[in-house]
């Protein structure tokens, strides 16, 4: 494994959920059809597709840090962002909250925050590297939403060990 280089280690369960969910659709409607007789190739096709479309829904995107680097692989996209040279990081507010990283190159990635706060040793990376934009004066816009999820990985931090060592949060 590369020095430094951490990665989502809930990707794999999340995408294991993508698949079942995916796979239960699938023979839930396959077994429905053909249990009523209105099973043919184009429905069998139809349910196929259906079935492919909610995977591709539900899949969540990679997302992983090295030094220097965030990247997002998704099932049709991959971007990768410069973190220790950003100019912008702001919070995207809609259905699901997002973060959003700008580098000096024009790069853009939207992230799940809850992706950093579930894996603190990608957060140390990203942590690290935002130090250096901002040593270099590159971050112009975004230490608020870094601060903020800061404190928000270290409430979530230790609420985990409350939890852990028995104590009351």
């Not at 997302?63 to 995207?92: E, N, Q």
């Not at 040793?121 to 608020?144: E, Q």
């Amino acid at each position: 494994m590369e020095r430094g280089f951490t990665h989502d280690t809930h990707w794999a369960g999340e995408r294991r959920s993508a698949i079942g969910v995916a796979f239960l659709l699938f023979t839930a409607l396959f077994t429905i059809d053909a249990g009523l007789g209105a099973l043919d190739v184009t429905r069998g096709l139809l349910w196929t597709g259906l079935a492919g479309l909610v995977f591709v829904i539900l899949v969540p995107s990679r997302v992983s840090v090295r030094p220097g680097l965030l990247s997002k692989r998704g099932v049709l996209v991959a971007d990768t962002v410069h973190t220790d040279s950003l100019v912008s990081v702001r919070w995207c507010d809609g259905v699901a909250q997002r973060m959003v990283l700008r580098d000096t190159e024009g790069s853009r990635v939207e992230i799940d925050p809850a992706v950093l706060i579930r894996n603190p040793a990608m957060w140390h990376r990203l942590d690290t590297d935002v130090r250096t934009s901002i040593r270099r004066g590159t971050l112009l816009s975004g230490a608020a939403a870094l601060c903020e999820l800061s404190e928000r990985i270290d409430r979530e931090t230790a609420h985990g060990v409350f939890k852990v060592s028995g104590l009351p949060s």
